[in-house]
């Protein structure tokens, strides 16, 4: 975000010249690593069959501080949830993931064509913002907590007499 160079000059003369962003840009959330939840589990994967991701961590982190005369609250809300199902294919995003059982189809799903063990990555991407007792506020960035997981993907025989 470019600097908006916004002051609060306090009623009491001589006090201190407090910006709110430098204010806002001090503060520190760090959201937990999400937490890789599929279906089926971890270990009973098939190939062929759809696999549905989500994570348990989907919830607004924020946090406020004060300096002199002004107060910001900093927010980071999760905004996407990219996957890497460690297969090779690439990565897909989702947005706004439903917890499991909440939908019955989700957008976060994929399907695994070979079998073996394979690492998924989920990245939980978070947008952070800022809003101040004095009207400044404004976008701060992202945050993204990474995690891994590990998954053994099967394959089933089937013997037709």
Known sequence: ???QGFFFFPDAPGGPVIDPWVVARQVRITPPAPEIRTSPALGD???GMTAWYWVD???TQSRSVSAG???VTVQAVPATLTIDPGDGT???TCVNPPAYGSAASSTCTHVYEQSGNVTATATLTYNTSFTSNVGAGGPLGTIQPTATAQLTVSEAQAINT
Request: hydrophobic share 35%; aromatic share 20%.
């Open 1 to 3: 975000p470019e600097y």
């Open 69 to 71: 005369g002004v107060t």
């Open 57 to 59: 961590r989907w919830q």
């Open 90 to 92: 690439g990565t897909f």
């Open 45 to 47: 994967h098939l190939v």
